[in-house]
């Protein structure tokens, strides 16, 4: 079991940046490969990036890639998502996710087994 709390969000002018940091609980935090995941109103919810266990891969849904970066500091079992050059587009809510069951990433949200209760992105024009 994990839990998990995001924080970091906020409002942003386009083209600026915000770093979004996620917590976990427990003490295998580096077996989880985590994911970042977002969802606007009236959308589904979308696989931004993914970061494996040990953080040595990552990866990137098409609407970020070359903007956004994943990283994480195990032994402070949090996870990170750095976002740059900020679109309105990108507003949603942003939600760190965790899976124990396989050591690639899954860029499906049903793959995951636990989630955060999200945290609100904004973005002006």
């Known amino acids: 079991q994990v839990q998990l709390v995001e924080s970091g969000g906020g409002l942003v002018q386009a083209g600026g940046s915000l770093r979004l940091s996620c917590a976990a609980s427990?003490?295998?935090?580096?077996?989880?490969?985590m994911g970042w995941f977002r969802q606007a109103p009236g959308k589904e919810r979308e696989f931004v990036a993914g970061?494996?266990?040990?953080?040595?891969?990552?990866a990137y849904g098409d609407s970020v890639r070359g903007r956004f970066a994943a990283s994480r500091d195990n032994a402070k079992n949090t996870v990170y998502l750095q976002m740059n050059s900020l679109k309105p587009e990108d507003t949603a809510v942003y939600y760190c996710?965790?899976?124990?069951?396989?050591?690639?990433?899954?860029?499906?949200?049903?793959?995951?087994?636990?989630w955060g209760q999200g945290t609100q992105v904004t973005v002006s024009s």
């Open positions: 996710a965790a899976n124990e069951m396989y050591s690639g990433i899954w860029t499906t949200a049903m793959r995951y087994n636990y």
């Open positions: 427990g003490r295998t935090f580096s077996r989880y490969t």
């Open positions: 970061i494996t266990g040990s953080g040595g891969d990552t």
